[in-house]
């Protein structure tokens, strides 16, 4: 079987930013599942004028991501109880190429609750999205302290964690690949 493609979507774009360090962990916790291909998309790395899906406010790069992806992990930092604009402003670039694919969640912040108001927000709205997600959700509280300064882990348990969430994207993409492939739908291309 070819491997599943499941980009790992960072939250954020602001200059000191920690939940890109729990982002780039998830990505390699994701790269050890031998059927799973990954990477960060890192936000900073695309350009969407204005708002909205229209064509002229799509980045190619990214249509071609989600267009490719048979899930997503988005891993966001919390902003005000919430998920950043950037990360919105990203995912409403793009319309038809989320539905019926599963997505996981992990929450980063720097007091005890690791985003988790931010994740209950994201669900509302990816369900909008034709997004179908997990509720095996990840969250790194206290993250500047969960990474040093080079992002480098500091509590290995956090692994198996991710692991976790993973292990039920990874089934939930394999399930809805299927179902796209052999259930004809209205919705999904
Ligand atoms: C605009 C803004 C709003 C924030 N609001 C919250 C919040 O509501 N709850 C919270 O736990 N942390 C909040 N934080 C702190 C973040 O949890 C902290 O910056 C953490 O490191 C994760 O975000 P980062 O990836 O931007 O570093 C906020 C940070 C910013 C920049």
Redesign the pocket.
């Known amino acids: 079987m070819s491997k599943l493609y499941i980009p790992v979507l960072a ?2 774009t ?1 200059e ?5 360090f729990a982002a780039r962990l998830v990505a390699e916790v994701g790269s050890t599942f031998e059927d799973v291909e990954t990477e960060v998309i890192d936000p900073k790395d695309f350009n969407f004028p204005g708002d909205g899906n229209d064509p002229e406010g799509k980045d190619a790069r990214y249509t071609a991501i989600t267009e490719k992806a048979h899930g997503f992990f988005i891993v966001t ?5 919430s998920f950043p604009g950037s990360l919105k402003r990203m995912l409403d670039s793009e319309l038809k190429n989320y539905i019926h694919k599963p997505v996981a969640f992990a929450g ?4 005890q ?1 690791g ?1 988790v ?1 931010a994740i209950e927000q994201l669900v509302g709205s990816v369900r909008e999205m034709g997004l179908v997600a997990t509720f095996t959700d990840m969250q790194f509280p206290k ?2 302290e969960l990474f040093d300064e080079n992002g480098v882990l500091q509590n290995e348990a956090y692994r198996e964690y991710v692991k976790g969430a993973w292990a039920e994207l990874i089934w939930m993409a394999k399930v809805l690949k299927t179902g796209r492939e052999n259930e004809p739908s209205k919705h999904h291309q």
Do not use: D
């Not at 000191?16 to 890109?20: A, G, N, V």
């Not at 980063?108 to 007091?111: E, I, K, N, Q, V």
């Open positions: 939250g954020t602001r000191q930013r920690k939940s890109i930092p919390e902003y005000n109880h980063a912040s720097s007091g609750w985003g108001r993250v500047q």
